[in-house]
C-alpha cells in the first residue's frame, strides 16, 4: 500500500505480486530472491531491488524525476524531509498509533513522551509550509509522499478538527490537498479525518509477522530476564514456606486452647440466661456481616470476570481485523479467478456495462448521468440489488474497523468487477456505523462470487424493482450521494465510493 501512492505518481506501469505473507513457505522463497532479504522487492532489468525507499527512488528517477529535484540542491532539501519523516515522525508513530492497533505495547510515559514530540515537529513543518506551497518548495515531491504517509493515521486518530485548525492550519490545508488527489485515494481509499482521539489497546498485543519470541540484544538484558524468572520460580516457594510456619503455629494454639478448656470445665459448668441471650445476639451479628462481606467479596470478583471477558472479545474481534486492507493483499482470501464464469454463458444483451461505467465516471453531472442509464438498462440481462451488512453489537462501532469489513468484501469481489458496478459504503455516525449499497450485475440472480465471501451469511440481499419508484429513487441515491455531507436513508455518507 506504500508503493502503490508512488506508483500512481509515477505512471510506472508494474505487475503486481499479491503475497499472502503467512504462508511462510512462499514468503521464504521470495526472500532468497532479494538483496537485503526483506520484502517488497521489484524486479528489473538490471536485477532486484528491495526495500521500499530505494524502490520508490529508483521509480521517480526512471518515470518521473521532478519528484526528486531538479538541482542539486532540491534533491538535497527533498532527502531532508524524507530522512525528517522516516527517523523522527516515524518514532513517534511506533509509540502513538502502534499500541492503537495492538502491534505494540502501549506505554504511557513514551506515548506523551512522542506526543509532545509530534507537536513540535509539526511546528516546524507549519512553518515551512507557511513559506512554500509543499514540504520542500511549491512542486509536489517525494518527501511530501513519505511525510503525509507518516502524519495519515495521527490525522485520522489523534488531532480533532479544533486542535488542526489552531496549532496548524497550513499543514491542515496540505495535507487534505494531497489526500483528495486522484493518486492518494486510489492506493489508501477515502481518508477520514479525526472527530474524537482513539485511545490505545491496552489488551493482549497483536503480532504482525514478527516471531513469536525476540531474544535479547544485549548480555545485560538477558541477565535481567533469567534473574526475572528466577524470582518467579522461588516466590511461590517462599510463600508456601510461609503458609507451613502459619499452619504450624495454629495446630499447636488450637491443642493449648483444648488443654485450658478441660481444665476450666469443672469450674465453669452452668453460664447465665442473658449470657446465652448475648451470645446468641453477637452470632446473629457476626453471620450478617459475613454475608455482607461475601456478597462485596462476589460483586468484585463479578465485576473482574466482566472485565476480563470484555478484553477477550475485544482482542478477538482485532484479530479478526489484523490489518487495513489493500490491492496487495488479495491473496490472503485466497481468491481464485473463473476460467470459465458462467455469467459470460448468457444470452447477449444490449446494456454495455463497460462503457456506462466510462460514461458514467466521467460525467460530473450525476443526474443526467443516472437519466442516461436508465434508458440503456437492460432488466432482462442484468439485476439491480440492495446489499446490507447485518453487523453483530461488537461491530461497526468504530470508523477505521468498518471500513476494513467494507474493504474485506470489495477486496473479495475483486473479480466480480468485470460483472457489475455500484456503491457500497460506510453510513451513520460515531458509535453507530452501517455498511449498505446498491448494484447492478449480470443474471437475475446472487452470483457465486457473492456466495464465496467470507462474511456471505451476514449480507442482506433484496432484488430491486425497476418499475418502483421507490427502489429506482433508492438507486438514484446511492449513486448519486457519495460526498460526506450526503445522506442515504437518513444516514450520513462516511465513506462511500464507487465499485467499478
Same mark, same amino acid.
Given at each position: 500500500?506504500?508503493?502503490?501512492?508512488?506508483?500512481?505518481?509515477?505512471?510506472?506501469?508494474?505487475?503486481?505480486?499479491?503475497?499472502?505473507?503467512?504462508?511462510?513457505?512462499?514468503?521464504?522463497?521470495?526472500?532468497?530472491?532479494?538483496?537485503?532479504?526483506?520484502?517488497?522487492?521489484?524486479?528489473?532489468?538490471?536485477?532486484?531491488?528491495?526495500?521500499?525507499?530505494?524502490?520508490?527512488?529508483?521509480?521517480?528517477?526512471?518515470?518521473?524525476?521532478?519528484?526528486?529535484?531538479?538541482?542539486?540542491?532540491?534533491?538535497?532539501?527533498?532527502?531532508?524531509?524524507?530522512?525528517?519523516?522516516?527517523?523522527?515522525?516515524?518514532?513517534?508513530?511506533?509509540?502513538?498509533?502502534?499500541?492503537?492497533?495492538?502491534?505494540?505495547?502501549?506505554?504511557?510515559?513514551?506515548?506523551?513522551?512522542?506526543?509532545?514530540?509530534?507537536?513540535?515537529?509539526?511546528?516546524?513543518?507549519?512553518?515551512?509550509?507557511?513559506?512554500?506551497?509543499?514540504?520542500?518548495?511549491?512542486?509536489?515531491?517525494?518527501?511530501?509522499?513519505?511525510?503525509?504517509?507518516?502524519?495519515?493515521?495521527?490525522?485520522?486518530?489523534?488531532?480533532?478538527?479544533?486542535?488542526?485548525?489552531?496549532?496548524?492550519?497550513?499543514?491542515?490545508?496540505?495535507?487534505?490537498?494531497?489526500?483528495?488527489?486522484?493518486?492518494?485515494?486510489?492506493?489508501?481509499?477515502?481518508?477520514?479525518?479525526?472527530?474524537?482521539?482513539?485511545?490505545?489497546?491496552?489488551?493482549?498485543?497483536?503480532?504482525?509477522?514478527?516471531?513469536?519470541?525476540?531474544?535479547?540484544?544485549?548480555?545485560?538484558?538477558?541477565?535481567?530476564?533469567?534473574?526475572? #524468572?528466577?524470582?518467579? @520460580?522461588?516466590?511461590? *516457594?517462599?510463600? /508456601?514456606?510461609? +503458609?507451613?510456619? !502459619? &499452619? =504450624? $503455629? %495454629?495446630?499447636?494454639?488450637?491443642?493449648?486452647?483444648?488443654?485450658?478448656?478441660?481444665?476450666?470445665?469443672?469450674?465453669?459448668?452452668?453460664?447465665?440466661?442473658?449470657?446465652?441471650?448475648?451470645?446468641?445476639?453477637? #452470632?446473629?451479628?457476626? @453471620?450478617?456481616?459475613? *454475608?455482607?462481606? /461475601?456478597?462485596? +467479596?462476589?460483586? !468484585? &470478583? =463479578? $465485576? %473482574?470476570?466482566?472485565?476480563?471477558?470484555?478484553?477477550?472479545?475485544?482482542?478477538?474481534?482485532?484479530?479478526?481485523?489484523?490489518?487495513?486492507?489493500?490491492?496487495?493483499?488479495?491473496?490472503?482470501?485466497?481468491?481464485? #479467478?473463473?476460467?470459465?464464469?458462467?455469467?459470460?454463458?448468457?444470452?447477449?444483451?444490449?446494456?454495455?456495462?463497460? &462503457?456506462? $461505467? %466510462?460514461?458514467?465516471?466521467?460525467?460530473?453531472?450525476?443526474?443526467?448521468?443516472?437519466?442516461?442509464?436508465?434508458?440503456?438498462?437492460?432488466?432482462?440481462?442484468?439485476?439491480?440489488?440492495?446489499?446490507?451488512?447485518?453487523?453483530?453489537?461488537?461491530?461497526?462501532?468504530?470508523?477505521?474497523?468498518?471500513?476494513?469489513?467494507?474493504?474485506?468484501?470489495?477486496?473479495?469481489?475483486?473479480?466480480?468487477?468485470?460483472?457489475?458496478?455500484?456503491?457500497?459504503?460506510?453510513?451513520?455516525?460515531?458509535?453507530?456505523?452501517?455498511?449498505?449499497?446498491?448494484?447492478?450485475?449480470?443474471?437475475?440472480?446472487?452470483?457465486?462470487?457473492?456466495?464465496?465471501?467470507?462474511?456471505?451469511?451476514?449480507?442482506?440481499?433484496?432484488?430491486?424493482?425497476?418499475?418502483?419508484?421507490?427502489?429506482?429513487?433508492?438507486?438514484?441515491?446511492?449513486?448519486?450521494?457519495?460526498?460526506?455531507?450526503?445522506?442515504?436513508?437518513?444516514?450520513?455518507?462516511?465513506?462511500?465510493?464507487?465499485?467499478?
Amino acid at each position: 500500500m506504500e508503493l502503490l501512492h508512488t506508483i500512481n505518481l509515477t505512471g510506472a506501469k508494474i505487475a503486481l505480486d499479491n503475497v499472502d505473507l503467512n504462508d511462510q513457505k512462499k514468503r521464504g522463497s521470495l526472500i532468497q530472491k532479494t538483496p537485503t532479504l526483506t520484502l517488497p522487492f521489484l524486479q528489473t532489468c538490471n536485477g532486484n531491488i528491495s526495500e521500499s525507499k530505494a524502490i520508490e527512488y529508483f521509480l521517480c528517477s526512471k518515470y518521473k524525476p521532478e519528484l526528486l529535484g531538479n538541482s542539486v540542491f532540491e534533491k538535497a532539501q527533498i532527502n531532508q524531509w524524507i530522512e525528517f519523516s522516516c527517523c523522527e515522525i516515524k518514532r513517534s508513530v511506533e509509540s502513538v498509533i502502534y499500541p492503537i492497533f495492538g502491534w505494540a505495547k502501549y506505554c504511557k510515559e513514551k506515548a506523551d513522551k512522542e506526543n509532545e514530540n509530534i507537536k513540535k515537529y509539526l511546528k516546524i513543518i507549519e512553518n515551512n509550509l507557511n513559506k512554500n506551497k509543499f514540504i520542500s518548495g511549491n512542486k509536489l515531491s517525494l518527501a511530501d509522499v513519505i511525510l503525509f504517509r507518516y502524519l495519515r493515521f495521527f490525522f485520522m486518530m489523534q488531532f480533532p478538527e479544533g486542535m488542526r485548525k489552531k496549532l496548524f492550519p497550513q499543514t491542515t490545508k496540505w495535507f487534505e490537498q494531497i489526500m483528495n488527489s486522484n493518486e492518494a485515494v486510489k492506493a489508501y481509499g477515502k481518508t477520514i479525518l479525526c472527530k474524537n482521539p482513539i485511545k490505545a489497546f491496552t489488551g493482549e498485543i497483536r503480532r504482525c509477522y514478527l516471531p513469536e519470541k525476540k531474544e535479547c540484544q544485549n548480555k545485560e538484558e538477558t541477565q535481567k530476564c533469567d534473574d526475572k #524468572k528466577e524470582d518467579t @520460580k522461588e516466590a511461590p *516457594k517462599e510463600q /508456601n514456606e510461609g +503458609k507451613e510456619e !502459619k &499452619k =504450624n $503455629k %495454629k495446630n499447636k494454639n488450637k491443642n493449648e486452647n483444648k488443654e485450658s478448656d478441660k481444665n476450666e470445665e469443672t469450674k465453669e459448668t452452668q453460664k447465665d440466661e442473658d449470657n446465652e441471650k448475648g451470645g446468641k445476639k453477637n #452470632k446473629k451479628n457476626k @453471620k450478617k456481616e459475613n *454475608k455482607k462481606d /461475601n456478597g462485596n +467479596k462476589n460483586d !468484585k &470478583k =463479578n $465485576k %473482574k470476570e466482566e472485565k476480563k471477558e470484555q478484553k477477550i472479545e475485544v482482542v478477538k474481534e482485532i484479530k479478526k481485523v489484523p490489518y487495513e486492507p489493500s490491492m496487495l493483499e488479495i491473496d490472503r482470501f485466497k481468491l481464485k #479467478k473463473k476460467e470459465n464464469n458462467p455469467l459470460d454463458a448468457l444470452p447477449p444483451s444490449k446494456f454495455d456495462l463497460e &462503457k456506462f $461505467k %466510462k460514461e458514467f465516471l466521467a460525467n460530473t453531472d450525476k443526474k443526467t448521468a443516472m437519466d442516461n442509464f436508465w434508458k440503456e438498462y437492460d432488466p432482462e440481462g442484468y439485476s439491480l440489488w440492495h446489499i446490507e451488512y447485518n453487523n453483530e453489537p461488537s461491530e461497526c462501532i468504530t470508523l477505521f474497523r468498518t471500513v476494513i469489513i467494507k474493504g474485506d468484501i470489495l477486496l473479495q469481489l475483486e473479480y466480480f468487477k468485470k460483472y457489475c458496478f455500484g456503491v457500497l459504503g460506510v453510513y451513520g455516525g460515531d458509535g453507530d456505523y452501517k455498511i449498505s449499497g446498491c448494484m447492478v450485475w449480470r443474471g437475475q440472480e446472487i452470483p457465486d462470487e457473492m456466495k464465496d465471501v467470507l462474511c456471505y451469511n451476514k449480507l442482506k440481499f433484496r432484488k430491486l424493482n425497476n418499475k418502483e419508484q421507490s427502489d429506482l429513487q433508492l438507486v438514484n441515491d446511492y449513486w448519486t450521494k457519495i460526498n460526506e455531507n450526503d445522506k442515504v436513508l437518513e444516514r450520513q455518507a462516511i465513506d462511500a465510493r464507487y465499485f467499478y
